[in-house]
């Protein structure tokens, strides 16, 4: 029966490591991919960010066309007044639906294109540029819409009656009897810019080694040495 060995004096500090710490020693770096790719995502997203405003920008300034067209293009409504009151001289005319039919198609319209035009120059999606679409196109709307009532015929009907005097035919105001209409222009850019990244956007690289699952339920042994 021998004696337990004591540990020498001069054993390597290596030795008397436990067993896990090579492990965690090795574990270390696996982290600095991680906190690479959190960095670089940074400078990344306040690029997107900044491109976002710019686009939100641009086509809110496009809404000075919208309105332009919807006061060229709308019907007028038909007023005439007496020594008292105005009166409208169409009681079952569709002017005042048809210039709310002629916004929602303008504006349906400028969304799309403005939609393609964003997607041909960036060529990717991406939830800030589809917000960025949405905040202008309403934008665009809102201002095509107070575009195209300055330009249309004034609001003052009284004064616009006395001028021309009682019995003559004059244009009614141009007004948007439903502010529903307003969306028109954000929703089409929205659904145009998810249509067409889908549909011509990048597609994501498939994972390398990828391994397809064998439902056959013939599963092949590995060779065994002779």
């Given at each position: ?5 004591t540990?020498?004096e001069?054993?390597p500090p290596?030795?008397?490591q ?5 492990h965690r020693q ?5 982290g ?10 940074g400078p990344?997203?306040?690029r997107?960010l900044?491109?976002g405003?710019?686009?939100?920008l641009a086509?809110a300034?496009?809404g000075?066309?919208l309105g332009?067209?919807w ?9 005439i007044?007496?020594?008292h009151?105005v009166y409208?001289?169409n009681?079952?005319?569709e ?8 916004f929602?198609?303008?504006a349906?319209?400028?969304?799309v294109?403005?939609?393609a035009?964003?997607?041909l ?6 939830i800030p540029?589809?917000?960025s679409?949405a ?5 665009a709307a809102?201002l095509g819409?107070?575009?195209?009532m ?13 001028q021309v ?14 502010k529903?209409a307003?969306?028109?222009?954000p ?5 145009t810019?998810?249509a ?5 956007g990048p597609?994501d690289p498939?994972?390398?080694?990828l391994?397809?699952?064998d439902?056959s339920g013939h ?8």
């Amino acid at each position: 029966m021998t004696a337990a060995q004591t540990p020498h004096e001069n054993q390597p500090p290596h030795e008397n490591q436990p067993a896990d710490e090579p492990h965690r020693q090795q574990d270390a770096p696996a982290g600095e991919p991680a906190a690479a790719a959190d960095s670089a995502a940074g400078p990344e997203l306040a690029r997107e960010l900044r491109e976002g405003v710019l686009i939100a920008l641009a086509v809110a300034v496009s809404g000075v066309l919208l309105g332009v067209l919807w006061a060229w293009l709308a019907p007028r409504v038909p007023l005439i007044a007496d020594t008292h009151n105005v009166y409208l001289k169409n009681t079952e005319g569709e002017e005042a639906i048809g210039a709310d039919g002629t916004f929602v198609l303008l504006a349906f319209g400028f969304g799309v294109l403005s939609a393609a035009v964003v997607f041909l120059f960036r060529r990717r999606g991406g939830i800030p540029l589809v917000v960025s679409l949405a905040v202008g196109g309403l934008l665009a709307a809102v201002l095509g819409w107070l575009m195209g009532m300055w330009l249309g015929p004034t609001p003052d009907v009284v004064a616009h009656a006395k001028q021309v005097g009682a019995g003559v035919v004059f244009d009614g105001p141009l007004r948007l009897q439903a502010k529903g209409a307003l969306l028109a222009w954000p929703i089409a850019g929205m659904l145009t810019q998810i249509a067409l990244s889908g549909l011509f956007g990048p597609r994501d690289p498939e994972p390398d080694g990828l391994m397809v699952p064998d439902w056959s339920g013939h599963h092949q042994q590995p060779p065994t040495a002779d």
